[in-house]
């Protein structure tokens, strides 16, 4: 049974170039997280999804970062445009059902933006 | 008030040994405490996990103590292995809120 898929495993952009990461859910599963971790501020939730409906984005930073669930299995995390502060790694985890429903963690995103 | 503290930030302990990693938060609404293990270049995953209505809950060699007057808890590692060097998260919830806040992390070292 595939875990949470993550593309790509790295990503490295110039500044001010769009960056767009993947993610595929578990299948079955109907809450999708996205998360950044990064030395400084460690693993911090910008955004989470259930049934395909955007929750609580107050953890994106900026209007630079958006997320959309274009079906119930697929997330995509688009910055535009990236800056080297948004170099971090980022990952996805997915859940069956809400509250203290194990999160399953994909392999992450390591994005480095020069 | 959404802030779960870690300590210490890095653990080295003997093969065999125990290791034993704090938590705390402030926010009294929080009712689910997960421990994350992440190895390099791999997701966190989940651990061990506690709700507030019981102090200790074990599995195998892994235990979390949970003091809910104090607003801590710890996990405890019991005849430490090698395999155990990673990095360990607590995290608290409030389930209503579905919102995961994780503590900094701490890197845990077994030597042989």
């Known amino acids: 049974d595939a875990g949470v898929i993550q593309s790509p495993r790295h990503e490295v952009t110039e500044m001010g170039q769009e960056v767009t990461l993947r993610c595929k859910l578990i299948s079955g599963h109907n809450s999708l997280f996205w998360y950044r971790q990064t030395m400084m501020r460690g693993l911090e939730l910008l955004i989470y999804f259930n049934n395909n409906v955007p929750i609580d984005d107050s953890g994106m930073p900026e209007d630079r970062f958006s997320a959309k669930m274009p079906n119930a299995s697929f997330s995509t995390l688009k910055i535009q445009p990236s800056e080297p502060r948004d170099s971090a790694v980022y990952f996805c985890?997915?859940?069956?059902?809400?509250?203290?429903?194990?999160?399953?963690f994909g392999p992450g995103t390591r994005l480095t933006v020069t | 008030q959404q802030q779960v503290k870690q300590s210490p930030q890095s653990l080295i302990v003997q093969k065999g040994g125990i290791s034993i990693i704090n938590c705390a938060y402030e926010?009294?609404?929080?009712?689910?405490f997960p421990w994350y293990q992440q190895f390099p270049g791999k997701g966190p995953a989940l651990l061990i996990a506690i709700r507030p209505d019981v102090s200790e809950k074990k599995e195998g060699r892994f235990t979390i103590s949970f003091n809910k007057s104090a607003k801590q808890f710890s996990l405890h590692i019991m005849d430490s292995q090698p395999g155990d060097s990673a990095t360990y998260f607590c995290?608290?919830?409030?389930?209503?809120?579905?919102?995961?806040?994780f503590g900094q992390g701490t890197r845990l070292t077994i030597n042989p």
């Open positions: 926010n009294t609404a929080f009712d689910y």
């Open positions: 995290a608290a919830m409030s389930i209503g809120a579905q919102k995961l806040v």
């Open positions: 985890a997915s859940s069956l059902g809400t509250g203290g429903n194990e999160q399953y």
